[in-house]
């Protein structure tokens, strides 16, 4: 017993390991599309693959685990868990910033802010990540007509501000 | 998922966007809680992980309540394409180890002249920035929230403030604390490991003398809570409820009870918009309760609730009567730290790029308050930077008793009321802003304890 349970639990780990190579940067886009912020992005990633470790002996790993990230991810960085981490804190986006990136994201930031999280998050879901809007709809929790909607929205606002 | 692709219009911002976030740092190695973490052989790391489910397995607090929730905004079913694992009933998390039963925090609880540092404050389960609160209570105290090395929340009760010792039943995804005419109130949710993650509904624990706590289940007209407060008066809370089935909008109210089972809406100001967009979570912020120096304070606001002047406070002694507080509250409050003479909110909207936080200081007990702009003794951030300008220059918090306040170049003070501040000498880490935590005896900075001297 005790040698499959060791066994398991090794397989797990190395799955997970697999996982964070994987899926690191999607779900860090995922957040800081949703969020604009790129030390939340970096801390609720962190924090949605240190759930994923917690669960790493129940998930089902023959199935893609990009959905469960992202659903923890979104959950959150939204109300609930907002709710405990609203004490204001000073974003850390500029410590892993060197001088020229962090103007250059300064300028996106800003850019991006005339979207809401959802146009954001729908266009880096669809565009960059290639989901359909189906599934990003079951992942944000809406129809996929609004999703389309807000890619449409997001496109449109972004070229008003040129 | 296929692998990333230029998107269909050329646009410059999404373009510097895609290669900002290919030049992310990805941690080399992928995360694991403290405890679990570590250069253990494989052997004995894998006999470590079967010591702990056993434990949990044989804990109580682990067999917490698996409801499929109904939590606001959680999706009801998995995309198709990003197929979800089928059949995977909804289970309790996998828990991380325990924090530690006990702890001790030394240091003198008054007439503060001093630190003592030390560098291993491993076994202290607090987190600074505010990851751990710590109630005031009858004399002693009560911490509650996220424990060093732990990814679920826990509490942990002091009769003096040096040594502490966990409620193992309490320990949960997310619990919150507050006092209660009986006592003390606390509630636990739980998130599932299932895809889609479910979290479940409240469980209601009481105590009368924080040692020992009574499961109530899940409490009558409340759900989907955000924040509690109490007073030997009355209890409130914040709940959200979901505009629609699918929503992307979620309502907030006010409720009250007496006792944490029954709870019944407080109907506070329904001239404003209650209404919270998910869509814009950088600028909406949801309303939050807290209690302190023997009152109740709500704090609501920002353009998403349709308020010009942005932030409002209100106060109250038993949650059911509510008075508008006056003064010049320009941004959100987020939170508020209690002083013996005074309370300090702190102000801001958390949107990097066009940050601007601030300080609001009360002597009245809440019910007027005056911006201090100066962010006490600490001044304004001079880093120069676009993102920084708007920060105090150091750290602040407090115990109920004690503001103290860290500047960067190593300058400490104390004060009782956030206005009156009585220079101290620090000689420990400097904490950043909001990275400072204030215990019954003592400090936290980074990784430093300092006991009060």
């Known amino acids: 017993m005790g040698m499959t349970v060791q066994a398991a639990i090794r397989d797990s780990n190395l799955l997970y390991d697999?996982?964070?190579?994987?899926?690191?940067?999607?779900?860090f886009r995922f957040v800081l599309a949703w969020t604009n912020d790129w030390g939340a992005a970096e801390d609720l990633t962190q924090e949605a693959f240190l759930r994923l470790w917690r669960s790493r002996?129940?998930?089902?790993?023959?199935?893609?685990?990009?959905?469960?990230?992202?659903?923890?991810?979104?959950?959150?960085?939204?109300?609930?868990f907002r709710a405990l981490r609203r004490r204001v804190l000073p974003s850390s986006q500029t410590a892993t910033f060197d001088e020229p990136m962090r103007d250059q994201w300064l300028d996106v930031q800003a850019a991006l802010k005339t979207l809401s999280a959802l146009e954001r998050t729908a266009v880096v879901l669809t565009l960059f990540e290639g989901a359909s809007p189906a599934d990003v709809a079951e992942i944000l929790n809406t129809t996929p007509g609004a999703i389309r909607a807000a890619v449409s929205r997001a496109r449109e606002k972004l070229e008003q501000e040129r | 998922?296929?692998?990333?692709?230029?998107?269909?219009?050329?646009?410059?911002?999404?373009?510097?966007?895609?290669?900002?976030?290919?030049?992310?740092?990805?941690?080399?190695?992928?995360p694991r809680p403290a405890s679990t973490r570590g250069n253990l052989p494989v052997g004995m790391a894998a006999l470590a992980a079967v010591v702990v489910i056993v434990a949990v397995v044989g804990s109580r607090f682990a067999s917490t309540p698996t409801g499929s929730g109904g939590s606001g905004g959680s999706p009801s079913s998995a995309p198709s394409s990003l197929a979800a694992p089928s059949g995977s009933g909804a289970q309790p998390i996998a828990t991380a180890p325990l924090p530690p039963a006990t702890y001790t925090t030394p240091g003198v609880a008054?007439?503060?002249?001093?630190?003592?540092?030390?560098?291993?404050?491993?076994?202290?389960?607090?987190?600074?920035?505010?990851?751990?609160?710590?109630?005031?209570?009858?004399?002693?105290y009560v911490a509650y929230g996220t424990a060093n090395g732990s990814l679920g929340q826990s509490v942990w009760v002091s009769a003096d403030g040096l040594t502490w010792k966990l409620v193992p039943e309490l320990s949960a995804t997310q619990v919150l604390v507050a006092e209660s005419p009986a006592g003390l109130v606390a509630m636990t949710v739980t998130q599932s490991n299932t895809v889609p993650p479910t979290i479940s509904p409240e469980t209601v624990w009481t105590s009368t003398d924080g040692t020992v706590w009574h499961n109530n289940g899940t409490p009558v007209g409340l759900a989907n809570v955000t924040s509690i407060a109490g007073t030997p008066s009355g209890l409130v809370a914040i709940q959200g409820t979901d505009v629609s089935s699918g929503s992307m909008s979620v309502t907030y109210s006010v409720a009250y009870s007496t006792d944490g089972l029954r709870w019944s809406t407080v109907r506070v100001d329904p001239s404003l918009n209650w209404t919270f967009d998910r869509n814009t979570p950088e600028t909406s912020m949801v309303p939050v309760v807290q209690a302190g120096n023997g009152h109740?304070?709500?704090?609501?606001?920002?353009?998403?609730?349709?308020?010009?002047?942005?932030?409002?406070?209100?106060?109250?002694?038993?949650?059911?009567?509510?008075?508008?507080?006056?003064?010049?509250?320009?941004?959100?409050?987020?939170?508020?730290?209690?002083?013996?003479?005074?309370?300090?909110?702190?102000?801001?909207?958390?949107?990097?790029?066009?940050?601007t936080y601030g300080f609001v200081v009360s002597t009245d007990g809440g019910m007027s308050w005056q911006p201090d702009d100066s962010f006490g003794p600490l001044g304004l951030n001079t880093c120069g930077q676009v993102a920084c300008v708007e920060f105090p220059n150091g750290a602040v918090a407090a115990n109920g008793t004690y503001f103290v306040a860290v500047r960067a170049d190593g300058q400490a003070w104390t004060s009782y009321d956030a206005k009156t501040w009585t220079s101290i000498p620090w000689n420990g880490t400097i904490p950043k802003p909001f990275t400072l935590a204030v215990l019954p005896r003592g400090v936290m900075s980074l990784d430093q304890y300092g006991a009060a001297k």
């Open chain 2, 110 to 140: 008054s007439n503060w002249t001093g630190f003592t540092w030390s560098t291993s404050p491993s076994e202290i389960p607090i987190q600074v920035g505010g990851a751990v609160r710590i109630l005031p209570w009858r004399g002693g």
């Open chain 1, 57 to 80: 002996e129940r998930v089902d790993w023959n199935e893609p685990i990009l959905p469960w990230l992202l659903v923890t991810a979104r959950r959150l960085a939204t109300d609930r």
């Open chain 2, 296 to 355: 109740l304070f709500l704090m609501f606001g920002d353009k998403g609730f349709g308020l010009s002047t942005h932030s409002v406070v209100w106060w109250s002694v038993d949650g059911r009567a509510w008075a508008r507080s006056t003064g010049t509250i320009s941004q959100f409050g987020s939170s508020m730290d209690f002083g013996r003479d005074g309370i300090l909110l702190y102000t801001g909207i958390a949107t990097a790029g066009t940050n």
């Open chain 1, 18 to 27: 697999r996982a964070f190579d994987q899926h690191w940067r999607p779900v």
């Open chain 2, 1 to 30: 998922m296929t692998p990333p692709t230029k998107p269909a219009r050329d646009d410059r911002v999404w373009t510097d966007w895609l290669a900002l976030t290919e030049r992310a740092r990805q941690p080399r190695h992928a």
